[in-house]
């Protein structure tokens, strides 16, 4: 019996301690980690709109370059359906997308600067075609 109110003495000793270890030291514990991991929420929202904002802008730069004269005639010439394409533009990954849109923005930029030929924008066109066709298929 007398074990027994020892190891019962023991035990309640051994949890006022934990107790006073965790009252006194869980504060300093806590305030030791770093707060910038955490997102406010509405620093969240900023991003997804920004996110957003650069995938429609992105869709909007490929589809307007997609949908020129020179773009719907290359189509029409490979017996490529314009919708299609079109159609398959915002099931684009975001890289995809902003690599697409980019590389259509510096091809208007250098046929516009006079440095690309009209077949050579033609290619790049044809090019950038297939390459929705095959991101999408896959």
Not at 12 to 32: D, I, K, N, Q, T
Not at 42 to 52: F, G, I, N
Request: hydrophobic share 50%; net charge neutral.
């Amino acid at each position: 019996m007398h074990s027994r109110l020892a190891s019962s003495g023991f035990s309640r000793g051994l949890m006022a301690a934990m107790l006073f270890a965790f009252v006194s030291l869980g504060p300093a514990l806590h305030a030791e980690q770093p707060a910038d991991h955490l997102v406010s929420p509405t620093q969240l929202q900023q991003q997804v709109q920004s996110a957003a904002a650069a995938r429609r802008q992105n869709i909007e730069r490929l589809t307007k370059f997609l949908s020129s004269p020179a773009a719907i005639g290359k189509m029409k010439a490979e017996h490529i359906d314009a919708r299609q394409v079109e159609s398959a533009i915002p099931n684009l990954s975001d890289g995809e997308l902003a690599s697409l849109s980019a590389r259509a923005t510096q091809a208007q930029q250098q046929f516009a600067a006079g440095t690309l030929s009209n077949n050579d924008l033609l290619l790049i066109i044809l090019i950038l075609v297939v390459v929705i066709l095959i991101a999408v298929i896959h």
